[in-house]
């Protein structure tokens, strides 16, 4: 009777665990630059997301209407994060994918006095590195690495 127990136990937990594939590299290779539309959305169709970036312009300039025209940088690493700047932010923000939208992981303070000029962002595996101008930043996704 143990046995017979014993291996239903062990035949529905087995049945219970979870597909993991690993080792995985989720990272992009080079960032991109995508314009915000009229509506607050920027795309990229080759990775084929769209995402509303009202509330991160709210975030970072408390007006969310000052979107239209404006670039973001954004570029993924290896654990699947996704880091997104722009030029006049104080901060890059790290998100990860949840169901029908993007979380805020972490907001990573580049400058609380100035804002970035010309940010590009550059994949430096592990880490992703922030040039602006001369400064360079090193970053992972719990921060600022250097």
């Known amino acids: 009777m143990r ?5 239903f136990l062990l035949i529905t937990t087995h049945g219970c665990s979870s597909l993991i594939l690993s080792p ?32 991160l312009f709210y975030e970072e300039f408390k007006d ?3 979107y239209f ?3 973001l940088r954004i570029i993924r690493d290896k654990s699947g994060y996704y880091y997104l700047t722009g030029k006049e932010f104080k901060n890059v923000y790290l998100f990860i ?24 962002f550059n994949q430096k595996s592990p880490n992703i590195e922030l040039i602006d101008g001369s400064a360079k930043y090193l970053l992972n996704y719990k921060g600022l690495v250097r």
């Open 24 to 55: 995985s590299d989720f990272s992009w290779p080079i960032e991109n630059v995508l314009k915000v539309d009229e509506k607050g959305f920027i795309s990229e169709d080759r990775y084929t997301f769209t995402i509303n970036v009202k509330k």
């Open 64 to 66: 969310s209407t000052s």
């Open 97 to 120: 994918p949840v169901e029908n939208g993007m979380k805020l992981e972490n907001k990573i303070t580049i400058s609380e006095k100035e804002s970035l000029t010309a940010p590009v």
């Open 3 to 7: 046995l017979m127990i014993l291996s």
């Open 69 to 71: 025209g404006k670039e």
